[in-house]
């Protein structure tokens, strides 16, 4: 299949990238596409590079060699002025939330409205409010992040990335820190959003129900390459040594 057909449909293609940093090798000869509407989930070790995943297709890094697309444009390729535009399509959700401690709930959401966009005030109100109550969130305007819990504190960064109506949302680890019943309260959401805001979304993770749970496909990242996709069904039964460790969680394999 040609790159171009491979492109086709999608909102996110990475070919042949590669990735060091600091002099040590992260990605190598990196493949993905991930397609509109998907809910991608990205497996692998800590330190494996998922996050730095995340970064190349936000364009904060470039890679060393290979493309990374976002909507059929070449990232490397494009202005900075494209590229911020491209930014304002997509949406990140933090490990840590990443909320501005100095600033109310409310403030949080209007924050890239105000920078961003000519809105009025009036106009930047009812947007937080509306993705406030996607979010379950809707009585915490005035408060301030360590006013709320961590699990509150997600879903209203998850509100936050969804103010500028993205097409893509990025998540970081999104139930790290969370106990099982506020992890799957935020698992739900993300497939929600699947429906409610007709995004498509890119999760890396190392937790396994939450994985799961979430994909429409899985991929593991293993030594800098992805060395299995598929949807969760089929990938549940995949014989390849690195998934059948890291799913059933055996000391004796390639990962260790």
């Known amino acids: ?48 590079g998922k996050s730095t995943l995340l970064r190349l297709i936000m364009g904060i890094l470039r890679p060393d060699r ?20 491209f930014r304002t399509r997509m949406g990140m959700v933090y490990q840590s939330s990443a909320l501005i401690s100095s600033l109310t709930v409310r403030d949080n959401l209007a924050l890239p409205l105000e920078e961003l966009t000519r809105k009025r005030a009036s106009e930047i109100d009812d947007i937080v409010a509306r993705k406030l109550a996607m ?9 301030y992040p360590d006013e709320l819990s961590g699990g509150m504190r997600k879903r209203v960064a998850i509100a936050r990335a969804l103010v500028m109506e993205p097409e893509l949302l990025l998540f970081d680890e999104p139930s790290a820190g969370l106990d099982p019943v506020i992890s799957n309260v935020i698992d739900q ?36 390459r992805i060395v299995e996709e598929d949807n969760p069904e089929r990938f549940r039964r995949k014989t390849n040594p690195v998934i059948v460790q890291f799913i059933g969680g055996h000391l004796d394999g390639p990962l260790t």
């Open 135 to 143: 979010v379950g969130m809707e009585e915490t305007e005035p408060l």
């Open 66 to 85: 290979g493309k990374v697309f976002f909507d059929g444009n070449n990232l490397a390729r494009v202005s900075r002025a494209r590229l911020n535009s």
């Open 189 to 224: 959401l993300i497939i929600d959003l699947s429906d409610k805001a007709h995004v498509t979304s890119i999760i890396v993770t190392h937790e396994l129900d939450s994985a799961f749970h979430i994909a429409t496909r899985m991929a593991m990242l293993y030594q800098g």
């Open 1 to 48: 299949m040609s790159d171009q057909r491979a492109r086709r449909g999608a909102i996110v293609a990475l070919e042949k990238v590669n990735l060091s940093l600091g002099g040590q090798p992260i990605l190598r000869q990196l493949d993905l596409t991930v397609c509109r509407g998907e809910r991608m989930v990205i497996l692998g070790q800590s330190g494996a």
